[in-house]
């Protein structure tokens, strides 16, 4: 945690945190280096709960230790391991060996929960992985551990079974390969300093890794304890280009970065076997300059990212652009003022009726199974909503995003373009400039006018054919230059124009 994003935690006591010599030198390799900061005072330790005393064994920072363009790459890691999400505990829409999609997955006879998309990938990970977790994760199952539950369970076996090879960390082909000593300096908060929710649920999971079989019988209680705990603030998402969590993955290199809500860093997967991430400049970094990415959305308002990131990683945010969007300031950032506003001239009263209404509507179209009716109420929501909130109010911008597909769905052109410029503007405003929700929304623009244009042209209407062949190319052109920052120039994302339409 940075100086920016200080709360109980980082307000502990500073002890010198020990960083093994083997971390410092492939950072180097990566011109970065980890910087050791020292904040709290007794002063400041007073005001600080007696549960999250000692929680941090003193701040670090990884810094550049030279100048980093736009889209250039600080470091890719590999994975020191991973696993795929499952959409609950009978499915998951990822191979569990390659991560690849597929609509014909088939389950593991024995376990019934790991699926695969062919015969040799169900083979590879039987000889690697899965063998030896294959009863474990039918127990657990059995037992009925959520989905999230049984990630960690099956991150931790994997965790501690690759722990076992002692292999220490490396840099192989440019690419960061952690090892043990990179898993041993990652930071975990005290199970003790835990809410208690959080601090019974690390505790039910380590018996559960025990009793199922997951770990050695010979494993320390204290250990499990501790990954755990390590697991519960550092692991990461692994999202695929259209921004969906694919995978979780345990990256020790890349955990060192702090949060910003004003991030110059941002991640992005490769899907491969093993899931690497690439950390790229998303915009100008100078040396000296603490390298950060954000663990969160920032498309929220300031109290509602604070509330994530206490809850997750048990600190408060200080950066700059909190300050800013809480104070209410009319320069970018949005001020939260704006992002929960109404229309200017619309009285309170008038707006609670209109927005009740549009919940209602919201609600009802929920229950419903068909596309069309869905569309339908929500329109209505669409219209109440338009008429109250403010533009850039984040309620519309989910309500137009929700019936976006939907439109496209039904060919109501019309209000899929409505929609797709409405939330593009948003995120135009959102974000920074190179984000890959930018792009990704783009791309899909540049797909629709194209689809158009080619149904005006057939249909004999050349000129506006035309019109949307250039707006596809000016969007298509505009999310290739995002994507060049975020996701580098020979990332899938950037093979064709129709891409990121058939992931999404």
């Known amino acids: 945690m940075s100086a920016d994003t200080q709360g109980p935690l980082s307000s502990a006591p500073s002890i010198t945190c020990s960083c093994p010599d083997a971390l410092t030198k492939v950072l180097d390799r990566h011109g970065c280096k980890i910087r050791h900061t020292a904040r709290a005072t007794p002063s400041t330790l007073a005001a600080v709960p007696a549960r999250w005393h000692g929680c941090r064994a003193g701040d670090r920072e990884v810094v550049a230790m030279r100048d980093f363009t736009p889209g250039e790459v600080v470091w890719s890691e590999e994975a020191f391991t991973c696993v795929a999400l499952f959409k609950d505990m009978t499915s998951s829409e990822r191979c569990s060996a390659c991560f690849g999609g597929s609509c014909e997955l088939q389950r593991c006879s024995r376990c019934k929960t790991l699926q695969y998309c062919s015969k040799k990938c169900q083979r590879d990970d039987w000889r690697t992985q899965h063998k030896v977790e294959c009863s474990s994760i039918a127990a657990a199952v059995h037992k009925n551990v959520s989905a999230a539950g049984l990630v960690d369970l099956i991150l931790l076996g994997r965790t501690i079974r690759h722990k076992g090879l002692e ?32 601090r019974s649920e690390v505790f039910t999971l380590a018996k559960l890794a025990l009793d199922c079989g997951f770990v050695p019988t010979t494993t320390a209680s204290a250990e499990i ?14 999202f695929d280009v259209t921004l969906k969590p694919v995978a979780s993955a345990v990256l020790p290199f890349t955990a060192l970065l702090n949060h910003s809500c004003a991030p110059n860093c941002v991640l992005t997967y490769t899907l491969d076997v093993p899931i690497r991430v690439s950390i790229r400049a998303c915009r100008a970094i100078a040396s000296g300059d603490e390298l950060r990415h954000a663990y969160v959305d920032v498309a929220a308002k300031s109290a509602d990212r604070q509330t994530v990131l206490q809850k997750t990683y048990h600190f408060h945010c200080r950066c700059e652009l909190c300050e800013i969007q809480s104070a209410g300031s009319l320069a970018r950032p949005i001020p939260d003022k704006v992002l929960s506003g109404t229309l200017d001239g619309v009285c309170a009263a008038t707006a609670d009726e209109k927005l009740r209404s549009a919940e209602a509507h919201k609600r009802t179209a929920m229950e419903v199974e068909d596309i069309e009716t869905e569309l339908r109420w929500l329109k209505t929501a669409i ?57 990704l929304q783009l791309s899909i623009g540049g797909d629709m006018h194209s689809e158009i244009a080619e149904r005006t042209e057939n249909s004999g209407m050349t000129k506006e054919a035309k019109a949307h062949e250039v707006k596809a190319i000016k969007m298509w052109s505009e999310a290739k230059e995002i994507y060049s920052v975020t996701h580098g120039v020979d990332h899938a994302a950037l093979l064709g124009p129709q891409y990121a339409k058939d992931q999404h």
């Open 167 to 198: 292999v220490t960390s490396a840099t192989r082909a440019g690419t960061i390969i952690p090892g043990i000593d990179a898993l041993i300096s990652m930071h975990g908060h005290p199970v003790e300093a835990l809410p208690s929710k959080q």
């Open 383 to 439: 219209d109440l909503e338009k008429n109250t909130l403010h533009p850039l109010n984040l309620t519309l911008f989910e309500t137009m995003r929700w019936a976006f597909p939907l439109a496209i769905a039904v060919d109501d052109f019309k209000l899929a373009f409505e929609c797709h410029d409405h939330v593009l503007r948003c995120l135009r405003q959102y974000y920074q400039p190179n984000h890959p929700a930018t792009a």
């Open 225 to 238: 304890v501790q990954l755990l705990t390590v697991f519960e603030s550092n692991n990461f998402g692994a």
